[in-house]
């Protein structure tokens, strides 16, 4: 997408080059006859007025020839807007590698209407093989040139931001994202904008990454869009605002942005900042599966699962869960263990589901290690083993996982791997209890 827009500006600035220059002091017919006495600079002028239909008939045939003519008599003038005739293809068959000759030859020339035009293509690689060094020679005298060139500033600040073709200068980076920002480069803006939120080149700043984010979305930018919608969604730069972050996820969704597809199903699920609709979030999940997203699949094969939004599929769920689990996601393993553990959508195999629970375990993931833990205390698919199986609920417990503090709290309590340790126990279940857990409330009132 960055090349395609890339490639779309660099056009854009080409054609608008186009446009009529200065008017020219001498006249129609002193230039028609200076130029049959052989001047360059009249012939180049003369193909030019040709060009634009200037004071004349328009012609581009006529325009050509005279241009080449002057252009081959070494008039820079004439070299450039030959250029032009081959980079937009008018007058003559398209030609970026003509387009690049004739260009360069203006530029070194000094014309420096060709600075800009020459830099940008010799960082895309247009008509030559990119080079960053060159490119970089060009684009800085184009800036300084012109003040409204902001393709050239925008590629310029990219090379000192990631260090093509000069060393890396996040400063410098930042001030030319600036100045091509506040002429309206959209991607100036969105390169000033990552910059804000991250501290390069400028002082981290979440509100003002937020303002120029705010500016990109209204303009339909769905990467903007998907970040206003998760600084909403986590009060990052702004008061959180689950309603906001839902109409800024949608507004991405509608445009394909992947990610904010997930984000939105997730939304409909769970009823944040709208209803809550599992056949929507379905819908969204779907969307998002089917172009590759992973948590997205394990978020499907839950709603299969449950038979929110969907018919019951057990089957399909575990489909979902180990599509999801290709680069070994801690909730898709566990929930593929859940299913092996239980023959849900899958035969029944304690020791697989084991060995999952140890991968998503090991990742840190706190359900995952409770259930390995009361996988060792119950001697499900692995070998009995107390210490193992309170070591991993201790673990999963300190994480803060309130059926695990529950579970350590009822070790305690019936000396089931532990010391029966009643002080400790009630430690434990208020922990879980404090967090909503209704067993644990039970077993409170009965120590």
């Avoid at 100036?188 to 003002?208: D, R």
């Avoid at 199903?265 to 599966?289: C, D, L, R, V």
């Avoid at 929110?308 to 070994?328: L, M, N, T």
């Avoid at 070790?411 to 922990?431: I, M, N, P």
Wanted: glycine share 8%.
């Amino acid at each position: 997408m960055k090349q395609l827009l890339l490639f779309l500006s660099i056009f854009l600035a080409s054609s608008l080059l186009l446009a009529q220059e200065d008017l020219f002091s001498d006249d129609i017919e002193t230039l028609k006859e200076k130029s049959l006495q052989g001047s360059a600079e009249a012939q180049g002028k003369l193909g030019y007025c040709y060009l634009i239909g200037n004071k004349i008939d328009k012609d581009e045939r006529e325009a050509f020839k005279l241009l080449t003519s002057a252009a081959k008599s070494n008039d820079a003038f004439a070299q450039y807007h030959l250029g032009q005739c081959y980079y937009n293809g008018v007058t003559t068959k398209q030609s970026y590698s003509k387009a690049f000759q004739w260009t360069k030859k203006a530029a070194e020339q000094s014309f420096e209407k060709a600075y800009g035009l020459l830099g940008q293509m010799y960082y895309k690689g247009t008509g030559t093989i990119s080079d960053k060094k060159e490119a970089v020679k060009w684009l800085k005298p184009a800036v300084e040139y012109d003040e409204d060139d902001t393709e050239s500033m925008y590629l310029l600040a990219t090379c000192y931001a990631t260090g093509d073709g000069i060393f890396i200068n996040e400063a410098k980076a930042a001030e030319y994202y600036e100045k091509a920002a506040e002429k309206g480069h959209a991607q100036s803006q969105n390169e000033l904008a990552y910059a804000y939120k991250h501290g390069k080149g400028v002082a981290p700043n979440m509100g003002k990454a937020v303002e120029l984010y705010t500016k990109i979305a209204d303009e339909g930018d769905r990467d903007a869009q998907y970040f206003l919608a998760e600084s909403y969604a986590n009060g990052d730069g702004v008061e959180q605002d689950d309603k906001k972050a839902f109409e800024w996820y949608s507004k991405a969704a509608e445009k394909g942005h992947i990610d904010a597809q997930n984000k939105l199903g997730k939304h409909f699920e769970e009823g944040k900042g709208t209803k809550q609709t599992h056949e929507k979030a379905f819908e969204w999940y779907k969307k998002a599966a089917d172009a590759g997203n992973l948590e997205a699949m394990n978020s499907l094969g839950n709603l299969y699962y449950n038979g929110h939004g969907v018919r019951e599929d057990q089957k399909e769920a575990f489909s979902w869960y180990s599509k999801a689990s290709k680069d070994k996601m801690p909730e898709a393993l566990y929930n593929m263990a859940i299913c092996y553990s239980k023959g849900h959508g899958v035969r029944m195999n304690a020791t697989k589901a084991a060995e999952l629970l140890f991968e998503a375990a090991h990742q840190e993931y706190a359900p995952a290690q409770n259930l390995l833990g009361t996988f060792y205390l119950e001697g499900i698919g692995v070998s009995l083993d107390y210490e193992k199986g309170t070591t991993w609920l201790t673990i999963a417990a300190e994480q803060g996982y309130a059926e695990a503090q529950y579970n350590i709290g009822n070790c305690y309590r019936t000396g089931k791997g532990f010391k029966k340790d009643k002080a400790k126990a009630r430690e434990w279940l208020e922990k879980a209890a404090n967090q909503g857990h209704e067993a644990a409330k039970k077993d409170l009132e009965r120590l």
